[in-house]
């Protein structure tokens, strides 16, 4: 774990643990059994998520193509994976992630922790803790949880609880455009390359020359 990470993990568990009731979750001090996490891109920015790893664990096998048919990239919907929550006394998730941006071939890596009362808790098969990583463009990743559907759209397009700006690591740029017949949705999504090339791109807070 990086130094910065390190600072910013005690200073996410000592807020969880003065932040009163909201970060308590929303069922009370009901901690969570369970994470179950969806992964999201922009259809504009399609992304190759690299590596994940979540309290120090890696979830699925990758690489693996980020769900990118939403013109909104908090709506994703393909859940990863999912975990136990398997330390009574840990206050914390970690989520440390690297992807690579199939226009650009450009890599990038990012590590965010949040208290698990900043998660949405529903009772599922136990007490569920969810979360939608988003891949943005220029390196921004962003973690929502389940919320409320929006009153404009009706989507139930959740709600932000952290936001980065990834690290650049050029060491593992690639052109995925070679590797179509490796991985399963490439070839389509490549083929697909006019229509999402066609497509605005989604607003970034981040500038993607981040070293």
């Not at 600072?7 to 059994?33: D, E, H, K, N």
């Not at 206050?91 to 990038?108: F, L, S």
């Not at 962003?142 to 397009?157: E, Y």
Request: glycine share 10%; charged share 20%.
């Amino acid at each position: 774990m990086t130094p910065l990470l390190v600072i910013l993990r005690a200073a996410v568990l000592c807020g969880a643990m003065t932040g009163g009731a909201y970060a308590m979750g929303f069922l009370g001090q009901s901690r969570p059994t369970e994470l179950t996490f969806n992964d999201a891109s922009h259809q504009s920015t399609p992304i190759m998520v690299d590596g994940l790893r979540i309290n120090g664990k890696t979830m699925g096998a990758f690489p693996t193509l980020a769900a990118a048919q939403w013109m909104n990239p908090r709506g994703g919907a393909t859940t990863l994976t999912s975990m136990p929550w398997e330390d009574a006394d840990d206050q914390i998730v970690d989520v440390q992630t690297e992807w690579t941006e199939i226009e650009t071939g450009r890599a990038y890596s990012a590590e965010i922790s949040v208290p698990w009362g900043d998660l949405q808790v529903t009772e599922v098969v136990g007490l569920t803790a969810f979360m939608t990583l988003v891949y943005g463009r220029n390196g921004e990743f962003i973690l929502f949880t389940a919320g409320d559907p929006d009153p404009k759209t009706a989507q139930h397009n959740g709600r932000e609880v952290a936001r980065v700006c990834g690290q650049r690591t050029p060491g593992r740029d690639q052109n995925y455009g070679l590797r179509v017949n490796e991985i399963p949705g490439l070839g389509r999504l490549i083929d697909r390359r006019e229509q999402w090339m066609a497509v605005p791109d989604i607003e970034s807070s981040c500038s993607g020359e981040n070293a």
